[in-house]
């Protein structure tokens, strides 16, 4: 279990006991990931100013990358994106570093999460943002005024965001806004996916809609 509170701690699962822990990779709000390759696990975390990667099972920094903002990263293949007050960013990851292979001013972040499906990494805080990673090109950007700590989702079909007292559904091709719906969210509060539902948390109850009959 990797968690970071203050620092990075990683656990044993079945007992709770300190495996490691790295007191110079700090952070509080954002979530370590894990990234698999050539057969080994990392650990991807940090939040001041940068992002490292350590060896899951020894702790070992392996490398790191300027990176700042309090979001956490996503992880697709080989591909990590990163949303900040600056935009959005995709890396290239290899066991050697992170390379900066694309980025936008577009999509940027107070704490809501990128995301990434194949070579294309979306944002939904702020404002929706799609930027392709093997081009580097901004593919399209809108609907300014999205709740910047909310992190979008990827759903039968749609970029589910939430902004302006509503549920927003938008093409991930386009950026067109496909449907929306009022709803009372909590703020810091991320929509979630399961079995053709969208389950989000409002200020007085959990909401549940079927949005599998709309792919």
């Not at 700090?26 to 991807?44: D, N, Q």
């Not at 935009?87 to 066991?95: H, M, N, Q, V, Y």
């Not at 292979?101 to 577009?106: Q, S, V, W, Y």
């Amino acid at each position: 279990v990797f968690i970071l509170v203050g620092r990075l701690v990683a656990l044993d699962a079945a007992t709770g006991k300190l495996l490691w822990e790295r007191k110079e990779i700090p952070g509080f709000s954002s979530s370590p990931v894990t990234w698999h390759h050539g057969g080994k696990t990392y650990v991807i975390a940090g939040e001041s100013r940068e992002r490292c990667a350590v060896d899951a099972a020894t702790g070992e920094i392996v490398w790191r990358v300027p990176s700042s903002g309090s979001s956490t990263p996503a992880i697709g293949g080989d591909l990590m994106a990163v949303a900040n007050n600056q935009g959005l960013a995709a890396f290239r990851l290899s066991p050697q570093g992170a390379e900066k292979i694309a980025g936008t001013p577009k999509g940027g972040s107070k704490g809501g999460s990128p995301l990434v499906a194949g070579d294309r990494v979306y944002s939904g805080t702020f404002e929706a943002a799609c930027l392709d990673a093997k081009s580097g090109s901004l593919l399209w950007s809108a609907h300014r005024g999205l709740d910047g700590y909310s992190s979008a989702i990827l759903a039968c079909g749609k970029l589910w965001c939430l902004g302006k007292g509503a549920l927003i559904a938008v093409d991930p091709e386009t950026g067109k806004e496909l449907a929306t719906t009022r709803v009372d969210f909590l703020k810091c509060g991320s929509p979630a996916f399961a079995n053709g539902k969208l389950f989000l948390r409002t200020r007085k109850a959990v909401v549940c809609y079927d949005i599998a009959g709309d792919s």
